[in-house]
């Protein structure tokens, strides 16, 4: 059974920093393209970042350009996401995902590419 775990969520000031980890099971890491969305309040779940399984290139929203960066230890199944310089704006539910799609047949942070969810981990950033 494919399990993804959140963990790393709460609350920060603007500007300040966290790190989010997934923890997966039940699947090989290193077939998977893995992502980070997120979804703040009445808003759509937005794709932030992922790392794709056949050449492991990273892909953000740009809206986290520059200020996230998502990382794996594949051989630990732990996938993270370093977000630095946090924006009230980056108030959301943190939700990690998991596709074992071929990249021709997704769109890498289109939620529809993904198969497997975590619960989410809330992020809160006061200003």
């Known amino acids: 059974e494919v399990q993804l775990v959140e963990s790393g969520g709460g609350l920060v000031q603007a500007g300040g920093s966290l790190r989010l980890s997934c923890a997966a099971s039940?699947?090989?890491?290193?077939?998977?393209?893995i992502a980070w969305f997120r979804q703040a309040p009445g808003k759509e779940r937005e794709g932030v970042s992922c790392?794709?399984?056949?050449?492991?290139?990273?892909y953000y929203a740009d809206s986290v350009k520059g200020r996230f960066t998502i990382s794996s230890n594949r051989a630990k199944n732990t996938m993270f996401l370093q977000m630095n310089s946090l924006e009230p704006e980056d108030t959301a539910v943190y939700f990690c995902?998991?596709?074992?799609?071929?990249?021709?047949?997704?769109?890498?942070?289109?939620?529809?590419?993904?198969?497997?969810w975590g619960q989410g981990t809330r992020v809160t950033v006061s200003s």
């Open positions: 995902a998991a596709s074992r799609r071929a990249i021709a047949n997704m769109v890498p942070l289109e939620r529809s590419s993904y198969d497997y």
């Open positions: 790392i794709t399984s056949h050449d492991g290139r990273s």
């Open positions: 039940g699947f090989t890491f290193g077939d998977y393209t």
